[in-house]
Structures are given as structure tokens and as C-alpha cells.
């Protein structure tokens, strides 16, 4: 069983290693789309630099606190994105019948899916998160949990991408919703939660994993709870399984196009 587990790792970090290998082909691309993500993130800081240098603090909520969560949000979504992109890409090849090509290697197919394609962008993103608490010159201790914590949160993303790719075992039309699921999620995760009604902060707690991904990663880098860690623990297993759960399940309604095509 450890030895499976082993050997599906070794390939999934191979494919990733190709992968990046094969964009770093273009040293000026490669690196420019880093540049211009952690650009375009650093753009968004400015909408709150103005809202600050107007009042210093909304609710409670500071710049400080708002720089915290965009670290954690973009380094979580960073991590999800570079390391399995290809979960956010799962619904399109379910139904365009493109799992084909995944099912007669002797791997685990959603892991082998997962880790198909990476995202170079997201580097950028993972370095913009670092950046910002180098930059609220936040401890060792801090920057060695950002970095745990920004691999469980991004974990669970990549779980909700799946969650919400499965969508397409049932429906081919239902990439649309998909991406509106993660899409909300991404965009809800840059905003304090305080800034939403009770209503609002359920769904994001226990629909749309939001305060797994973003909300309870960064409290602990900051206010460390062990009781609080067991609760993002228990998520990160439970995301972790259903996801594997629903695309097993999926898996047996799966209709092949005999479109045997070449990982590229």
C-alpha cells in the first residue's frame, strides 16, 4: 500500500518536473508570466491602499490584516494552481472524453489527472503571497507556516476543483457552473470575511471552502490553535476524500470516445 502511494507520488512529481521543464523551454515567457501575475495581484492592493489612507481601519479590519489574508490567498491559490492545474481543467476533459488516454496508465487516474498540466502564472502568485510577509516582516516561525499552511489550503482548493469537476459525469453542460464555484471562491478569499452577513459567512465555511482555503490557515500563522489546526486537518481529509470518492464514483459512468491522443 505505502509503496503504491510512493510510486504515484514519484510519477506525479515527474510529470510536474516535465511540465515545468517544457515551459522553461521560453526563458523570456516564462518568466515574464510570473512577473506580470505578481504585477497584476499588486494592483489589486491599491484599492485598499485608498480606502486606508482614507481611515485607518474598517470594522476592525486593518491594511496589515488585509495584506495577511491576500499573502495566504494568493499563495494558496498559487500552490493549487501550479501543482494541479489539471483538477481545474477536469470537467473539460470529462466531457470532451479526454480521461481516455489517463485510464491505461497504471496509476492513479485522478492524481495522473491532477498533475497533467501546471500553471506557470501561479508561481508568481506563491511569490507574491511570500513577498508580502517578508514584506510585514513576519518571523521565521511565520514564513515556515505560511509555506504549510499555503500547501493544505491550496490541497483543499484543488479538492474543490475536483469536487466541482465531477459535475461533468453528470452533465456536459455543466462547466459553466464549475467555473463560477471556483471563481467565487477565489474572489470571496481576498475579502476579510467580516465583511460579509452570517448567511454569506455559512456558505463560505461549509458549502464553499473558503475558510479552509484562506480564512483558518492564516489565523493559525498568526494566532496558532491547536484546536483550530485539528478543524483544518479534518478538512483538508474530508476535501481530500470526497473528492477521490465522487471521481471513483464518476469513473464508472464514464463514457470513452476512443480519442486515444498523446500527453503533450
Avoid at 516564462?30 to 505578481?38: G, P, T
Avoid at 485607518?56 to 501543482?83: E, H, P, Q
Avoid at 495522473?112 to 511569490?127: F, N, P, Q
Avoid at 499552511?149 to 469536487?163: D, K, Q, R, W, Y
Wanted: overall charge positive.
Amino acid at each position: 500500500m505505502l509503496m503504491a502511494v510512493k510510486n504515484n507520488l514519484k510519477v506525479a512529481c515527474l510529470s510536474i518536473k516535465y511540465n515545468l521543464m517544457k515551459q522553461m523551454v521560453n526563458k523570456t515567457s516564462f518568466i515574464m508570466n510570473i512577473l506580470f501575475m505578481m504585477l497584476n495581484n499588486a494592483f489589486f492592493i491599491i484599492q485598499w491602499l485608498v480606502i486606508f489612507s482614507i481611515k485607518s481601519d474598517i470594522n476592525g479590519i486593518t491594511l496589515n490584516g488585509v495584506l495577511k489574508l491576500w499573502a495566504m490567498s494568493a499563495s494558496t491559490y498559487g500552490f493549487g494552481m501550479f501543482f494541479f492545474y489539471g483538477a481545474f481543467d477536469l470537467n473539460e476533459t470529462i466531457t470532451n472524453g479526454l480521461l481516455d488516454t489517463f485510464l491505461v496508465q497504471p496509476k492513479n487516474v485522478l492524481l495522473m489527472v491532477a498533475t497533467s498540466k501546471i500553471r506557470v502564472s501561479a508561481i508568481g502568485d506563491m511569490l507574491y503571497g511570500l513577498v508580502i510577509m517578508i514584506f510585514i516582516k513576519s518571523s521565521l516561525r511565520e514564513l515556515i507556516l505560511f509555506i504549510i499552511f499555503s500547501m493544505m489550503g491550496g490541497t483543499i482548493f484543488a479538492a474543490f476543483g475536483v469536487i466541482t469537476g465531477c459535475l461533468g459525469f453528470i452533465s456536459p453542460r455543466s462547466d459553466g457552473l464549475s467555473n463560477s464555484l471556483i471563481s467565487i471562491l477565489v474572489s470571496v478569499s481576498t475579502y476579510p470575511k467580516e465583511i460579509f452577513d452570517k448567511g454569506v459567512q455559512f456558505i463560505i465555511s461549509f458549502i464553499i471552502p473558503v475558510a479552509s482555503t484562506v480564512y483558518l490557515p492564516c489565523n493559525l500563522i498568526f494566532n496558532f490553535d491547536i484546536k483550530v489546526f485539528l478543524v483544518l486537518l479534518i478538512s483538508l481529509i474530508i476535501h481530500v476524500s470526497l473528492a477521490f470518492f465522487l471521481f471513483n464514483k464518476g469513473l464508472k459512468r464514464y463514457s470513452s470516445t476512443n480519442l486515444m491522443t498523446p500527453r503533450t
